[in-house]
């Protein structure tokens, strides 16, 4: 489907990849994407195939996996709309996707021609210098998931998951939607859905949150950060 959809093109214009694009450039870029459809569990590429695209979610949601030897699911990005996906790739020598990504829902992805927009950023050293700062971004923030992921116990990689998703502006009270499962959020922060369960309960027995389904009902952020100080 091409990429003609008013609601898509008004998220893409100002989507931090696009935003520094003049408008002969964007149209250059818009002029040979594409809206993908995809269904629940859909494959949309494979680790190891050559990265001749990346992607910015519209609707649904898209995880980033790897696989252990045994088959096992890891989880390594959880993705809703506005968000991108496989463009830092375009930048290695023989580009090839690190991780697989599909489709955990009925989803909308839109797809773009990374030679397309590398031939934008050689003739534009301003537009190359922006993408280079949101790249460094980027790695700062999967340098800290790392510490977070090896370094702090299932606790606190859980509350600062919960934190993440509260509004910046508010101490509380405060409800987040889950779109993930309870799977998908333990492959996600690394622990078991058992430990995840577990340690819910733990956090809704002390006050610090309300379960109801995939709704958590925060009362108090400072309440909830506390936690960080005392848990194991």
């Not at 030897?69 to 993705?79: A, P, Q, Y």
């Not at 927009?117 to 301003?126: K, V």
């Not at 996600?188 to 709704?215: C, F, H, W, Y």
């Amino acid at each position: 489907m091409s990429l003609n959809d008013s609601n898509a093109l008004a998220g893409i214009r100002t989507h931090h990849l696009f935003a520094g694009l003049s408008p002969a450039q964007l149209q250059r870029v818009l002029s040979t994407a594409y809206i993908e459809e995809a269904e629940s569990g859909q494959l949309l590429f494979d680790r190891g195939q050559p990265a001749m695209h990346f992607y910015v979610v519209v609707e649904g949601q898209v995880n980033l996996v790897l696989y252990s030897k045994t088959g096992e699911e890891k989880i390594v990005d959880i993705l809703g709309p506005g968000q991108s996906f496989a463009e830092a790739v375009m930048f290695m020598s023989g580009p090839a996707y690190p991780v697989s990504a599909l489709s955990a829902s009925r989803a909308r992805i839109a797809k773009f021609s990374s030679a397309d927009y590398l031939a934008i950023l050689r003739e534009s050293p301003e537009t190359c210098l922006r993408m280079l700062g949101h790249l460094s971004q980027r790695l700062h923030m999967r340098i800290r998931e790392i510490e977070y992921l090896t370094l702090e116990s299932a606790t606190h990689r859980l509350v600062r998951m919960i934190d993440g998703r509260l509004p910046l502006d508010t101490d509380g009270p405060a409800e987040i939607q889950l779109q993930e499962s309870r799977q998908e959020i333990a492959s996600r922060l690394s622990m078991k859905p058992e430990t995840l369960s577990r340690i819910l309960r733990a956090l809704s027995d002390n006050g610090a949150i309300a379960v109801q389904g995939r709704t958590l009902q925060v009362p108090s952020r400072h309440r909830l950060l506390a936690l960080l100080d005392t848990a194991a």
